[in-house]
Every structure is written in structure tokens, then in C-alpha cells.
């Protein structure tokens, strides 16, 4: 009886051996299986981020999240997101890639030659003369030269911001909400900056005197029923501005200098006589500032303070006499 007794323990201890190492052999199958689904889950993730209107501040909250922390396997897979998504929120193309030399490439038969000059002048810049701009002011009436978007030279936002002497320090904390509406829009963000820093200085405080609200001075019925301390939000007033910028832009087929001229009240056709009739009424400021288009695209889209007055961009300044 002992004999059997022994083989009967060998076998219970070969079986016992034999579970544990199966049990070991599937774990790393188990381990694998919910690493991978953990990976397909940010996989998910990264299919499902949206294009457009990307939020930097959300943006931030995904990269430092505590589950994408967890563990190193997961940790490296936030900066694929953050890759993917940066692209989304980047500004659109400057100048399409067709300008070359720093200075704007477009030919117009009705105003000549554009002027341009490789560097900002107080009467020309990279996207033309002052007197090109403002075709026809002199004469019959504004007709400006056809302009698309991305035929434009701008400097991009952020790097205009990391110059030390860069005039968009005000709009600094606002740069992601520009950049946010500038994706969703397809409107290079310093334009939107430069109409913030050409209306209020980027003071989302600034009320005009027609009652235009804001960092984009927005007229009161855009402002959909809200009080004025509302409408004067930082996110609703540049996502409003840039909507209706945009909406201008399509509705003028793409002509760049007409959408921004009118942005500031000009109006094709517009004469010398009809941007300064109320120079001498008790809305001095209601004229249109003559010198508006060289001061936005030759100045603040060129990172320059269009209002510095020991380099004043300009040749009318008709505003002056407002005091």
C-alpha cells in the first residue's frame, strides 16, 4: 500500500506544478489583452478629436489628466494627441504659399502696380502702399483690388508674442480664444488680434461711442439680446466678431480688403468727402479712419504698433481733429 500511497503524491505534485504554470503562461496574455484595450481606448480618443474650434485650455486638461499618468504604457500616448490635435487650432496659411520675396503678389489692372515694400514704411508695407489700399478714395470712389485671405503677408500670433516688443502683449491672454475662433473660421488668428488691438487696444472693457462693445467693438444687435457686461465677454465677443468677419468675407466672394475695409463702416464707392462728412458734427469719431487698412495689414498683421507716435503709420490721420 505505501508503494501506490508515493506515486499518488508524485502525481498530485506534478499536477499542482503543472496549474501553476499554466496560470503563469496566461497571465501575460491577460496583462496584454487589457493593455492593448487600454491603448485602443486612446486610439479612440485621438479618431474622435474634433478639427475645428479646438479649446487649448481642454487641451491642457487631456495632456495632464491623472489617468493618461497612470501607468508609463498609457503616459506617452497623450503627446500623439496633443499632435494630432495642435494642427486643428493652427492659424491659416499666410500667404498661401504663392507670395514670394516678403511682399504680396497680386496684380491689379484698375489701381496698378501694388507698391509693396519688404519692410513697413509709415506709407507701405509687405501688403502695398497706403494709396493702393485705398484705390479710387481720391477719385471715383473705393474700389480696392481684389485681395484673397491667403494671399496676405501676417506673422503668426505666437511668434509675434515672443518678441519682446511685441505690441499684442495686451492680447495675450486671450490668444487661445483667437486661435480657437481663427481654426474654426479658417481666418489666420493675428487678424482677429489686430482687429482686437485696431478697435479696443485688446481692452475687453472698451465701450465705443456708437456703443460697440468689447475687444471686437461689436454692434449692440450682435450682441443677441445679453446685457452689456455680457456681451463683452472675452469668448463671446471674439467668437461673435470672427463669425461676423467671416460671414462678410464669404458674403463679399473672398475679397479681403472690401470684408475689412467694411468691418470699420467703409463702403464701396466711398469717397474723401463721405469717410470724413462728420468731422465737424457731434460724432467726430463717426468718420472712417482713412488710414485703416495700412495701419491693420501693414501694421498690426506685421507685429507693429500701428498707433506708436514716433512711427505713425499713416499719411490722413482725420481722426485727429476729434481730439
Known sequence: MKFPAAILVLFTSLAVVSASNLHAGLSPVARHSRLTQRASSLEVAVKRAPKLCINRTNKKVVVSSTKA?????AAPKPTVLA??????SSPAPNNGGSNSGGTIQVQSGNCGNSGATRTTTKTSGPN?????????INAGGWNPPFIRIENVITQSLSSALSSGSSPFKACAPYVWIFE?????FNIPPIILASFAMQESSCNPATVGGGGEQGLMQITREKCGGLSDQACRDPEFNI?????????TLNGNG??????????N??????TMDKATAAAFSACCRCQNNLDYLHQFLNGWCQNINAYNNNFRLGKFFNLDRCG
Open 83 to 88: 499632435a494630432i490635435v495642435k494642427p486643428a
Open 265 to 270: 463702416g467703409w463702403f464701396r464707392g466711398m
Open 239 to 247: 467668437r461673435t466678431g470672427a463669425k461676423f468677419f467671416a460671414d
Open 254 to 263: 473672398g475679397n479681403l480688403l472690401l470684408s475689412i475695409g467694411q468691418y
Open 128 to 136: 502695398g502702399s497706403i494709396d493702393w489700399l485705398n484705390c479710387g
Open 180 to 184: 480657437k475662433y481663427g481654426g474654426q
Open 69 to 73: 499618468q497612470s501607468s508609463s504604457s
